[in-house]
């Protein structure tokens, strides 16, 4: 699996958007950019993926860009609640899921 | 949405007991789940990949023989840590994907369970 290097952490106020950056330089062609979230003391919470295309679901924007060397999460109206630790993973859908995570962003969403 | 559930949510054990977590997919069938593990203040480690009617394959520095892996059923694949000791204290969590949706490539992961040895 390609290595993915996250900032450790991000700050963003309430309501704003959130654009956390992940580099994945060394990803292979048949490796899917994934995104979880970690709220303290609990299990991880899928947030979204894609392969090459830019995605979009009812909780964030996947952008990738072409090279697909780096990518960005998008909450595009952080709440308090999105306060948690965001893991970006870089995997080949043959692992089925099997990750290894790297150190990931503690995104603080402040009032 | 698919689920997978983990228990205990939280376990303390003596020294040199052994501790059995569970996990269970709710929902759907898992032919392969994950177990991992995380310490305070760190992130996950992937410790082994669990094969249903198959042995696991662990990751390397993961002893094979302290923390025993039993995949009996498609739903149901259990973590036994042996002769526990205070530095196997930490968060365990185990993740599943359901093969049987076409074109699901998302893993569940449950709750995590705690366990404190003492």
């Known amino acids: 699996d390609a290595k993915t290097t996250q900032p450790p952490s991000m700050d963003c106020a309430e309501g704003r958007a959130a654009n956390l950056p992940c580099n994945h330089s060394?990803?292979?062609?048949?490796?899917?950019v994934y995104w979880y979230r970690q709220i303290h003391s609990q299990g991880p919470q899928y947030i979204i993926h894609?392969?090459?295309n830019n995605e979009t679901n009812e909780m964030a924007s996947l952008i990738i860009t072409e090279d697909r060397k780096s990518s960005t999460l998008i909450l595009p109206h952080a709440t308090l609640r999105d306060t948690a630790v965001y893991y970006c993973?870089?995997?080949?859908?043959?692992?089925?899921?099997?990750?290894?995570f790297g150190s990931g962003t503690k995104l603080n969403v402040k009032p | 949405g698919a689920v997978v559930s983990q228990h205990p949510s939280r376990v303390i054990c003596k020294s040199g007991t052994s501790v059995k977590i569970e996990c269970r997919s709710l929902?759907?069938?898992?032919?392969?789940m994950f177990w991992y593990r995380q310490f305070p203040k760190q992130s996950l480690m992937l410790m082994a990949t669990?094969?249903?009617?198959?042995?696991?394959?662990?990751e390397q520095g993961v002893e094979k023989d302290k923390f025993l892996i039993n995949h009996a059923s498609l739903t149901l694949s259990t973590l036994t840590v042996t002769s526990a000791h205070p530095e196997d204290s930490s968060f365990y969590i185990c993740?599943?994907?359901?093969?049987?949706?076409?074109?699901?490539?998302?893993?569940?992961f449950g709750q995590g369970t705690r366990l404190t040895v003492v």
């Open positions: 669990s094969n249903e009617g198959s042995k696991a394959t662990y």
């Open positions: 993973i870089a995997t080949a859908d043959y692992n089925f899921n099997k990750f290894y």
């Open positions: 894609g392969l090459k």
């Open positions: 993740s599943a994907r359901d093969l049987g949706v076409p074109r699901s490539t998302e893993a569940f």
């Open positions: 929902d759907f069938q898992a032919t392969t």
């Open positions: 060394t990803i292979s062609g048949n490796e899917y």
